[in-house]
């Protein structure tokens, strides 16, 4: 297992824009298919974006298609996650997650490595 580290946590107003990281500390996720997951207080955790090792494919739930990109940097070993026209739901604590396959799922069980979390707030 390898751990995994988000950066970029924020207080931002309603429609601003804020950009998360996730990383292994020493270490790449290149070799890697990388989602995001959020859980906001008294919910699930859900399911937000993901893209697969190579890059070439990237899935996103309803709710934020057109607004969030996902993206990678293999040279760097790091995964991005984009969120332009933040909306107060979108408050949540934001998880990175990775599977060692180019397979991406949107199912959080099928995901070994995650990291801590990093808090995302959207308030006027």
């Known amino acids: 297992q390898v751990q995994l580290l988000e950066s970029g946590p924020g207080l931002v107003k309603p429609s601003q824009t804020l950009s998360l990281t996730c990383t292994v500390p020493?270490?790449?996720?290149?070799?890697?298919?990388v989602a995001w997951f959020r859980q906001a207080p008294g919910k699930e955790r859900d399911f937000v974006a993901g893209?697969?090792?190579?890059?070439?494919?990237?899935n996103y739930t309803d709710s934020v298609k057109g607004r969030f990109t996902c993206s990678r940097d293999n040279t760097m070993g790091t995964v991005y996650l984009q969120m332009n026209d933040l909306k107060p739901e979108d408050t949540a604590v934001y998880y990175c997650?990775?599977?060692?396959?180019?397979?991406?799922?949107?199912?959080?069980?099928?995901?070994?490595?995650w990291g801590q979390g990093t808090q995302v707030t959207v308030s006027s």
């Open positions: 997650a990775a599977r060692r396959t180019n397979v991406l799922s949107t199912t959080e069980e099928d995901y070994e490595n």
């Open positions: 020493g270490g790449s996720l290149r070799y890697f298919s």
């Open positions: 893209i697969t090792w190579r890059g070439a494919n990237t």
